[in-house]
């Protein structure tokens, strides 16, 4: 089988694929240089959890159950440290506007049996002290865990090639030039031209700062704040790392601008005002593979036979890993044309959802 | 002879040493990588006149002065473009408080006979329309010129070895390593350890933005101002870079911070709000070679004969290269160990101020 795309996405499905004894080659012109390289690696399926996206919460929810033990088996058949922290996350809000925003949201949350709780404003200071004084209250996604993107990637080509997959340093132009019984399509926004699905890129700009003097961060949960109106995550890593991210653009260029560094800047240091020391290692700009209900797509191509997708993970490729690669396997197993006997969780995600809208592929 | 420092003072000391004859080997490990390669180039010799600094405005003042042909004549001899401009500088004030600060400052520079003069709100925005609207009232100093330092560097080096001078990529550890009969340490923070003179580093963060879509900036002067308290200069270029600078800190480290980025960012954008919409190209930290009196040192260096300094430029390095390497020439063309023939512009300058202060070269 050939696997399109060497992000988390298609490394993890090459893991997985290779492991139950298929032979897998993977094809990517730079491997974890796409959407992977960009992201935070925020694993949050409580406070990722939006107004009317129900079934996607679903699948967030289902996937990051099953992390720590993808983060154990990988990490032992890789050798390589995932950076994953179960901490949790703290939501929180600069102002009174930014609280009563995200309260709105945390109440949301709750109303749909996912585990925020409320916390007062000492109860948030004594879990994170490096909290800026102003911050006026927030609430705590005990659950809501993280893991390093980058060493993610690192550990899944290691995994995947010990299991015997192939790496192949190329791009992809056309899936008729792959001589494949199956081929999974996990190229992120590539997958619009191999495939004519709606998948569009969305700009997201995200920067990494390091801690002074090689130390961790002064803070462990994952911020997710709101400040004077401006969402930001800060995403703290043992190794001094904080990544703060990151804009939401409707774009598909890889510009770093000034505006938006600013904008990231302003409110990361108004929430952990210590932040201003600390190093501004790297700005990045990278693209997410959008689709129009913000699902992801997942399983059978129609009308291509032994064309399975795995693409369109927007804000979720790094939690959705492992159920994604999980239902991409089951279904390459089982019988690639037969997609009635896919996992009911494939439902809101199959290809089939945007017949109507795909351009010649 | 032998130049140690290949930025823009020893790249010109060469050029003008190597025009009359002499033999100059130039020693650098990477040339133009140092103060050079950070600074922003303004010629500003009126706005960068301030307080007690009468003598230092002298020099700066000559140094500018000698820049237009200095400018003409290295561009005829290196066949490269120096960006040289001369729309001038505008001098602003973002808040009431701020307009005071600059106001105070240019009052005095008036006072000393300088080219400034104040511009009501209407005039300002006349000259620059991308001025934000916020911006209480400025001045002109239409003599404040600017240059690209890189260019300016690539130029020196082109016309220094046309000239005949030679560049060793390499490190000098100590003058007595040197087989010349005069060496000039243009060594910029690096002239401490080989001379014993104090200068010392004091860190400047700029960042480099690109405006969209390959245009120029939207504004041509030169725009320097005071934004809720933060100096902040914006040099526009023709090629469509804008240099955004700078912090001053006492500090020995090239790292770039959040919270200096994030200051001059929001000075940057206050003052002239399309910015925003630019790319950020380039975030680096420099190191300036500072002197006790912030005057620059220049001349022989006692007790060493044939050894003569071209350091401790500070700030003013760019602006200062023309004047520097015309009297650093004539002391070397004329004898070395005779600097009673020397400039009384030098008189500020000599390395003598600092007999007291040397510690073992």
Chains 1, 2 share one sequence.
Not at 49 to 65: H, I, N, W
Not at 155 to 169: D, I, M, S
Not at 272 to 293: H, N
């Amino acid at each position: 089988m050939a696997v399109v795309g060497g992000g988390a996405v298609g490394l993890a499905v090459a893991w997985r694929c290779a492991a139950r004894g298929l032979r897998v080659t993977v094809h990517d012109p730079a491997p974890g240089s796409g959407a992977s390289h960009v992201a935070a690696g925020m694993l949050s399926p409580v406070a990722e959890a939006y107004f009317g996206e129900r079934e996607l919460t679903g699948l967030l929810v289902a996937s990051a159950a099953r992390w720590p033990a993808f983060a154990a088996e990988l990490t032992a058949a890789s050798g390589v440290d995932l950076g994953y922290r179960t901490e949790g996350t703290l939501v929180v809000g600069l102002t009174g506007d930014d609280l009563a925003e995200a309260q709105r949201l945390w109440s949301y949350q709750r109303d749909l049996g996912l585990p925020i709780s409320p916390l007062r404003p000492s109860e948030l200071r004594d879990r994170e002290p490096a909290l800026a004084t102003r911050v006026r209250g927030g609430a705590v996604a005990p659950g809501d865990h993280q893991v390093d993107p980058r060493r993610l990637v690192t550990a899944l080509r290691t995994a995947a090639e010990r299991a015997g997959a192939t790496l192949v340093t190329g791009a992809v132009r056309a899936l008729s030039d792959l001589d494949a019984r199956v081929t999974v399509v996990a190229a992120g926004c590539g997958a619009a031209a191999l495939t004519g699905l709606p998948v569009r890129p969305v700009k997201g700009q995200i920067l990494r700062l390091r801690a002074p003097d090689g130390g961790p961060p002064g803070f462990r949960h994952v911020v997710r704040g709101y400040a004077d109106g401006e969402p930001v995550y800060l995403v703290p890593r043992e190794d001094g790392e904080v990544v703060v991210g990151a804009t939401v653009e409707e774009r598909a260029d890889t510009d770093v601008t000034a505006g938006a560094v600013l904008r990231l800047l302003r409110a990361a240091v108004d929430l952990v005002p210590e932040l201003a020391e600390y190093e501004l290692v790297e700005a990045t700009a990278g693209l997410r593979p959008g689709t129009p209900d913000n699902a992801p797509i997942i399983g059978p191509l129609p009308g291509r036979p032994g064309v399975l997708v795995a693409t369109g993970h927007h804000r979720h490729g790094i939690v959705l890993t492992p159920l994604t690669a999980d239902l991409v396997t089951e279904l390459v197993v089982a019988e690639p044309t037969a997609p009635a006997t896919a996992d009911p969780l494939l439902a809101p995600c199959t290809p089939e959802r945007f017949a109507g809208q795909r351009r010649p592929g």
